[in-house]
């Protein structure tokens, strides 16, 4: 063989092991990204599920961003919102510490992912002519990613429902 042969063989098994690397980057690049999306709507879901469960099963708001109302007429919104269950005892969601809590236990995995700041809140709206109305109950917020490194792939999502309240009684 000559030296222009081996060479010519050298560089094509570069270019061939370029590629290959390429194509195997990119596939395990997307597969994480997959994961990631994935958590975020599991963790998203699972709090949205849990929230709304308990909206549906209580008897009033009694707490709205830490301030005591009667009714939602005033189109309370904040990071909380206390609930008076149906069997007489108290539920208060809050948005603190980059999580969602349902009485200080957290309703997602802060191992993976987090509240992003300042998206999150829980707001009552009602007829304002009519206290025994129905009051709806809304939830936002927008959970990210927590261990991003590169911000081409940091993956994130908005989550947010309203829901009434099936058993109210003002």
């Given at each position: 063989y000559t030296i222009i042969e081996l060479l010519a063989v050298v560089a094509i098994?570069?270019?061939i092991s370029g590629v290959i690397t390429g194509i195997l980057y990119s596939t395990l690049r997307g597969s994480n990204n997959t994961q990631i999306s994935t958590s975020i709507t599991e963790n998203g879901n699972?709090?949205?599920?849990?929230?709304?469960a308990a909206i549906t099963d209580s008897r009033s708001i009694t707490e709205v961003g830490g301030v005591n109302i009667s009714d939602c007429t005033a189109s309370p919104s904040g990071t909380s919102i206390t609930l008076r269950r149906l069997?007489?005892?108290s539920t208060t969601f809050s948005c603190a510490s980059n999580t969602i809590s349902s009485n200080s236990a957290s309703l997602i995995n802060s191992e993976e992912?987090?509240?992003?700041?300042?998206?999150?809140?829980?707001?009552c709206n009602q007829l304002s002519s009519d206290s025994y109305?129905?009051?709806?109950?809304?939830?936002?917020?927008?959970?990210a990613e927590k261990n991003s490194t590169l911000p081409e792939s940091r993956s994130s999502a908005i989550f947010n429902t309203a829901v009434s309240l099936r058993n109210y009684s003002p």
């Open positions: 098994l570069v270019i699972y709090a949205i599920s849990v929230i709304s069997s007489g005892g992912v987090v509240v992003e700041a300042d998206t999150c809140f829980f707001y109305a129905i009051p709806i109950v809304g939830v936002t917020f927008k959970l």
